[in-house]
Structures are given as C-alpha cells and as structure tokens.
C-alpha cells in the first residue's frame, strides 16, 4: 500500500457524520494533490471500500461536493491495513536497533 493511498484513508477514518470527507478536504488533509487523491478514491469504490454520495444541500455558487465514507467492510479493511503496516514499521525498527 503506497504512502499517499495511507494518507487517504487515515483522513477517512477521522471522517465522522457531522464532518464528512470530501475530495478537497481529503487533498488539503492529506497533503496531496487532486491527481493523486481522485485515482485513490475511485480505487477504493472500485474495491469496494468506500462509497459516495453527492451533497444534499450545496452552497450557492459551487457545484455540490461529493461525499465519500466507508463501507463496513472498508472500514475494517482499512483498520487492518493501517495496523499491520504499524506492526511491521515497529519491527523494522527494532530490527534497526531503533525504539518500536
């Protein structure tokens, strides 16, 4: 899993009803540009792991922001590809004579 497809889900799982992610969002949380964070996005709906849904109410002046959120499968996906990547940095550290 690339290094910008961790950032993306780290700012999705910090997601919460009340403060949704969306793909601007996503970018300036992620530090990442739209040609990175879009291609990741549309991966994960592709697998399955998240949906999207377009805003119900949109600010005049802009076009609706599109919304994007876990699957309950993703979630757990996502849970699990961040703790075992955790798990392995820890390790190698270790293995470095680093503190893990």
Request: aromatic share 8%; charged share 20%; glycine share 10%.
């Given at each position: 899993?690339?290094?910008?497809?961790?950032?993306?889900?780290?700012?999705?799982?910090?997601?919460?009803?009340d403060s949704p992610a969306w793909g601007l969002r996503i970018c300036r949380e992620a530090d990442?540009?739209?040609?990175?964070?879009?291609?990741?996005?549309?991966?994960?709906?592709?697998?399955?792991?998240?949906?999207?849904?377009?805003?119900?109410?949109?600010?005049?002046?802009?076009?609706?922001r599109l919304?994007?959120?876990?699957?309950?499968?993703g979630r757990v996906r996502a849970t699990e590809a961040l703790e075992a990547r955790k798990a392995r940095r820890s390790s190698m550290l270790r293995l470095a004579g680093g503190r893990g």
């Open positions: 899993m690339t290094k910008p497809t961790i950032s993306v889900l780290e700012v999705l799982l910090a997601a919460t009803g990442l540009g739209p040609g990175t964070v879009y291609p990741i996005l549309n991966r994960l709906e592709d697998r399955g792991w998240i949906t999207s849904r377009t805003e119900a109410t949109p600010h005049p002046g802009r076009p609706p919304f994007y959120e876990f699957t309950g499968a």
